[in-house]
T-cell receptor, first 111, second 110 residues
Framework: NAGVTQTPKFRILKIGQSMTLQCTQD?????MYWYRQDPGMGLKLIYY???????DKGEVPNGYNVSRSTTEDFPLRLELAAPSQTSVYFC??????????FGQGTRLTVV | GQSLEQPSEVTAVEGAIVQINCTYQ??????LSWYQQHDGGAPTFLSY????GLEETGRFSSFLSRSDSYGYLLLQELQMKDSASYFC???????????FGKGTRLHILP
């Protein structure tokens, strides 16, 4: 039982490049979330999903896209990477509405 | 919308007790979760208070007052490994979002 798995763990992108951050969970949770965390700061919600085929914007969705074709997978797409997207990205699920489980994070640098 | 307030930093001495507060500005405040995040790591769940009062789990306790929209995390017998950031978060609400407080950075002095 792996929980929430994110890949890659580290990535350096050049300005204007695109990439997909992968997130998969094996807990059969319906709700999944993407957050970004800048150094010394809190977690900002980018996108979330309440089930396969359903996604919605969070606080900071600009520059990102998501899809949710299965319960297990919730990839985050960055188009035209910008230095402002340098951050640590966390994927999370929630159990019982009260206990969130996080992936180990993806550390992204845009240069 | 929701708003959670936490002190940005707290400093305490090894072996002491420290309290990290969280106040919640919204209607229908009905529970509070706490998470710990070490530098370079992911947040991990510590506790959830559904009812008013103090709940104890080892060296960590969490308190909730729903009428005051207030809660706190109490850490006893502080150890250096407790140096981390601590976040509070309400339970999933009607708009399906999990919103976290900005976090409290706990510094522990030897």
């Amino acid at each position: 039982n792996a929980g929430v798995t994110q890949t890659p763990k580290f990535r350096i992108l050049k300005i204007g490049q695109s990439m997909t951050l992968q997130c998969t969970q094996d807990m059969n949770h319906n709700y999944m979330y993407w957050y970004r965390q800048d150094p010394g700061m809190g977690l900002k919600l980018i996108y979330y999903s309440v089930g396969a085929g359903i996604t919605d914007k969070g606080e900071v969705p600009n520059g990102y896209n998501v899809s949710r074709s299965t319960t297990e997978d919730f990839p985050l797409r960055l188009e035209l990477a910008a230095p402002s997207q340098t951050s640590v990205y966390f994927c999370a699920t929630i159990r019982g509405g009260t206990e969130a489980f996080f992936g180990q994070g993806t550390r992204l640098t845009v240069v | 919308g929701q708003s959670l307030e936490q002190p940005s930093e707290v400093t305490a001495v090894e072996g002491a007790i420290v309290q990290i507060n969280c106040t919640y500005q919204t209607s229908g405040f009905y529970g509070l979760s706490w998470y710990q995040q070490h530098d370079g790591g992911a947040p991990t769940f510590l506790s959830y208070n559904a009812l008013d009062g103090l709940e104890e789990t080892g060296r960590f306790s969490s308190f909730l007052s729903r009428s005051d929209s207030y809660g706190y995390l109490l850490l006893q017998e502080l150890q250096m490994k407790d140096s981390a950031s601590y976040f509070c978060a309400p339970p999933l609400n009607r708009d399906d979002k999990i919103i976290f407080g900005k976090g409290t950075r706990l510094h522990i002095l030897p």
